[in-house]
């Protein structure tokens, strides 16, 4: 039995020594949290830890106790979208939307450190989090807009 | 180009966004690092009497009706759906690339806590079947069954185990004790087809295999005219070969399906697919139940790319579901996505072709090798495609396509998007630049020398259909001109001349940059085949509901195909309600393959819209007490005289009023046009001479693409068709060990483009109004990647003079090139 802070919240949750951080989360709910490789390859399944983006595939579940957790659930407070999220709806950026919440999360982590990342900064920091339907381009538009968006908060 | 009824539309990247600073180092030839501005979004004005100008809903890059979804993370796939208390059934995977099941004890497996069945070949139906998504009677072989007693791949199915959880699966699978008969494999196409090589497929119940003795799954012989005199009296030959290679769709959702009994005992399969009504047909013959037993759902789903036009689980889940009587999940992992699932076919090709001194081509004839792995789903069809979206670009008198698809020991190849055209543009366009470089002739020139042109006949079309004779097509659209300018001006420099001489570098410069281009044209739907339905309900609030089988991948065709209806019911976006996919309550559509939804789906919504606003003219005519033949409809409003009613207050009568109805209209559409999109594509490489890396450092798809319903969306088709592109000519390989297995079958070692491996990708769109599309569309969801691999390829040579001819150009194979040619 261990305890997880998932979006500000307390979650007590039974758990097999070997159980990902990636298998508990979806089966407490956060479905938006996605499973592709299962190998920390492609960032589907990325979540903030303390605020820095992780591949919840290979991290054990239990090595998530006592540090915060952070989903794709947990970005929008009073069920308002956030700026990036509304950046990334005008930019189109999604399309099939399996890898919008890996990189919506790497999206937060980055822009908390660096407000006003160059589009190559942005491609630095998107790097693993893999798109087969995009390109790329709309969704590092998404986060231009995004970072302009939140400067001008 | 001479067409009058041509709107050009330059459609640049989303406006208003930061300027692009270049990160590459220091360039050849003294090029400018001023950072390039993004140019912002800009329309040319439509020559009057268009409709084009007066649209109001289509032609807008609306929101994407699920992206809101998206972005919250409440967007449900088929695995976020799995009730509680589902079963979970895992494949046992053959390791042997050819081998007969002598036996397979169960015993053990089903003794392991939470094991609750296992299947073998010994305890279900033999039923011989295609797993191709493809109308009824399938142009593929009959040559797949649930589980075998052969195993033809590493990766094949061995056996099933249904357990509790998936760790009890998979101890189950561990416990499983399977003695083979290991035989000999093959793994190359043209030793397969050869005198003596191993039988793949041997069994006597597998139909539609034109000679399995040879490994001949198919061939296709289409002539026109007569090559061999074209040969002979042309004053140049010029022949090459070039090979394509296994690569696989890499969708970032792996093939998932979810399978139950409902209530009535009817089986529902949930399922991440693109062709849902051919499922639950292929399903019900395998299971041997009604089809009217069968419901197959499809959710969404993240990605396709073709894969998903299959049966990949859904036959095993729904089999599973009915014996268990519960809800069972099945799902690939990241590895048997890759092996176990499809992958694009392989080929060896071969261009020979005749021109007049002055460049004019007499006769062309492309002959062909094609590995179809170990299963013939797709074969005929792939290859067919081949020939026919690639030969009918230039003109030329004498025309000859021959293909021999041949069975081998490894994996499956299928449809994948693009479907055997970026196989034939490959050889194609690397060709048509040999001979330009041969004849010292501008390889732009030489195109348009001999381009089909508006009001041309393909020659070919008629010859190869889906599997069988095809239907007469007439240009009716063109805009490859406008493409050219527009794809060659983005890359800067102005470069109209793909053939220009490598920019000269720095003496001690070790890296060389260069241009090349590539142009192309597709299809819009198989003709006479490609079938859509569409259902338009109105509700007495003025909004409709939508039914649709179109297929949605994450491509946006909900939201077009809704653009479509609101536009024509004079209503907004939201005024429209989708339901996709659904095969209890959507009409038929064939699903989404072919590049048809827009322009086959999107014509069978605008009648059925149309059907809904006649019905309403009536309701409004009775209301404003005239004769329905004086009642116009304008921007929302039913008009007669000075009298006039909204579409709103016309449904809301319709059910309230003195006749009261439901209205509801169904229309289908099939047609014998498959109007081509076009398509150029211009790209600058830059080559490291001592590492052999290529590096794409600029690179434009221009396309004709009719209309774009969304030009935003139309963007995301040519911005993922490009980057797939790129992988194809440079990373992506799919490697296998001299037994058959494959060796890199996963994230890390599969090299799928990442934000780093792209540079910023410019999209044009070009819009000509095709007089069958609806509102003008054609396609846009693969014709663009046909062209990728060539146009670099192309680059590679103008940078270096080295001539790549078989993909993909990884760094080791250019250098190689490079030393044999002495750099």
Not at chain 2, 78 to 102: E, F, Q
Not at chain 2, 405 to 412: E, F, G
């Amino acid at each position: 039995m261990i305890e997880l802070s998932i979006n500000d919240k307390a979650y007590r949750v039974e758990v097999q020594p070997g159980e990902t951080l990636l298998e508990v989360l979806r089966g407490l709910g956060f479905k938006g949290v996605k499973k592709s490789c299962e190998t920390g390859n492609c960032g589907a399944c990325t979540v903030l830890l303390d605020s820095r983006p992780v591949a919840s595939c290979i991290l054990l579940a239990f090595q998530a106790e006592g540090r915060s957790i952070t989903t794709v659930e947990g970005l929008s407070q009073d069920h308002r979208l956030t700026a990036i999220q509304e950046a990334f709806i005008e930019a189109s950026a999604p399309q099939c939307g399996y890898c919008t919440p890996g990189m919506l999360l790497t999206t937060v982590a980055l822009l908390a450190q660096n407000p006003e990342p160059t589009r190559a900064e942005i491609r630095e920091a998107i790097s693993g989090n893999i798109c087969r339907c995009s390109g790329y381009v709309k969704i590092v538009d998404a986060i231009e807009r995004a970072a302009r968006s939140l400067r001008l908060k | 180009m001479a067409g009058t009824k041509q709107t050009k539309t330059l459609t640049k990247r989303a406006a208003g966004t930061k300027r692009a600073r270049r990160e590459a180092g220091p360039r050849a030839g003294g090029r400018d690092t001023v950072p390039r501005e993004r140019r912002t979004a800009d329309r040319a004005r439509v020559p009057s009497g268009a409709k084009a100008s007066r649209l109001r809903v289509v032609s807008k890059s609306l929101r994407k009706l699920d992206n809101e979804a998206i972005v919250r993370g409440e967007a449900r796939y088929t695995g976020d759906m799995v009730p509680a208390g589902a079963l979970y059934a895992k494949i046992l995977r053959s390791p042997h690339a050819h081998a007969r099941i002598k036996s397979i004890k169960i015993d053990a497996a089903l003794a392991i806590p939470g094991v609750v069945l296992v299947l073998t070949h010994e305890n279900i139906p033999r039923i011989p079947y295609t797993p191709a998504g493809q109308n009824f009677p399938e142009p593929s072989p009959y040559d797949a069954f649930m589980l075998d007693d052969k195993v033809r791949f590493v990766g094949d199915r061995v056996a099933v185990v249904v357990a509790q959880d998936e760790p009890a699966a998979a101890l189950g699978c561990q416990a499983l004790v399977v003695d083979y008969e290991v035989l000999p494999a093959v793994f190359d196409p043209i030793e397969a087809l050869a005198p003596g090589a191993p039988v793949i497929h041997d069994e006597p119940d597998a139909t539609g295999v034109l000679d399995a003795q040879r490994n001949l799954v198919a061939r296709i012989e289409v002539d026109v005219g007569d090559v061999e005199a074209g040969f002979r009296a042309a004053d140049h030959v010029f022949e090459h070969t070039y090979s394509v290679h296994y690569v696989q769709h890499v969708p970032m959702e792996p093939h998932v399906t979810l399978a139950y009994l409902d209530e009535d005992r009817r089986i529902v399969i949930v399922t991440a697919t693109q062709v849902p009504f051919h499922v639950r047909r292929i399903v019900a013959r395998v299971n041997q139940v009604p089809i009217s037993r069968i419901r197959v759902i499809k959710p969404r789903i993240g990605g396709g790319f073709g894969g998903k036009q299959e049966v990949v689980l859904e036959d095993l889940a729904a089999h599973i579901a009915l014996r268990t009587g519960r809800p069972v999940l099945m799902e690939l992992k990241r590895d048997e996505e890759f092996f176990a699932s499809r992958t694009r076919h392989p080929q060896v090709i071969t261009l020979k072709t005749g021109l007049t001194r002055d460049g004019r081509i007499v006769a062309n004839e492309m002959r062909l090798v094609a590995n179809t792995g170990a299963y013939g789903t797709h074969g005929l069809t792939v290859q067919s495609n081949t020939g026919s979206k690639s030969l009918p670009l230039y003109r030329a008198p004498n025309l000859r396509f021959v293909a021999d698809v041949a069975y081998t020991n490894l994996p499956i190849a299928g449809a994948m998007r693009g479907y055997g055209a970026p196989q034939g543009y490959f050889a194609l366009e690397c060709h048509m630049d040999e001979i330009a470089h041969a004849l010292r002739m501008d390889p732009l020139e030489l195109r348009r020398k001999n381009l089909i042109r508006l009001g041309d006949t393909d020659p070919i079309a008629t010859q190869l259909g889906e599997g069988k004779a095809g239907f007469a097509r007439v240009v009716r659209s063109c805009g490859i001109e406008e493409c050219i300018k527009l794809a060659s001006r983005a890359i800067g420099g102005g470069a109209t001349s793909g053939g220009a001489t490598a920019k000269p570098s720095q003496p001690f410069e070790r890296k060389r940059r260069g241009v090349g281009f590539a142009i192309c044209m597709h299809g819009s739907g198989i003709a006479g085949d490609d079938v859509a339905g569409a259902t338009v309900k109105v509700n007495e609030d003025g909004s409709f509901n939508l039914l649709i089988g179109a297929t949605d991948l994450g491509t946006g065709s909900d939201t077009i195909l809704a653009q479509m209806a609101a536009e024509v019911l004079g209503v907004t976006l939201d005024d429209i309600i989708v339901h996709s996919s659904d095969t209890d309550y959507t009409p038929f559509d064939v699903g989404a393959y072919a590049s048809s939804t827009t322009y086959v789906s999107g014509t069978a919504v605008v009648r059925a819209a149309e059907q809904v606003r006649e019905k309403l003219r009536q309701v409004a005519a009775e209301l404003m007490d005239v004769e329905v033949g004086r009642v116009a409809f304008k921007e929302s409003f039913f008009t007669a005289g000075t009298k006039r009613v909204h579409v709103r207050e016309a449904a809301l009568k319709s059910f309230y009023g003195e006749t009261k109805q439901q209205i509801i209209e169904t229309a289908s559409f099939l047609t014998l046009d498959s109007p081509p999109p076009f398509s150029a594509c211009f790209a600058e490489v830059e080559v490291d001479l001592d590492t052999g890396a290529v590096k794409v450092t600029d690179i434009a798809s221009a396309v004709d693409l009719g209309r774009a319903i969304n030009p935003k969306l139309a963007e995301g088709q040519i911005l993922g068709s490009v980057s797939m592109g790129i992988g194809y000519a440079l990373t992506e390989e799919m490697l296998f060990s001299p037994m058959g297995k494959m060796t890199n079958a996963s994230l890390m070692e599969y090299k799928v483009p990442t934000s780093l491996d792209l540079p910023e990708i410019k999209t044009l769109i070009v819009e000509t109004d095709e007089p069958s599309g609806p509102f003008g569309a054609k396609s846009v969801g693969e014709i663009c990647l046909d062209i990728i691999a060539p146009a670099i390829a192309n680059a590679i040579f103008n940078a270096t003079g080295v001539r790549m001819r078989h993909l993909p150009f990884t760094p080791e194979r250019v250098w190689r090139a490079l030393r044999e040619a002495g750099s």
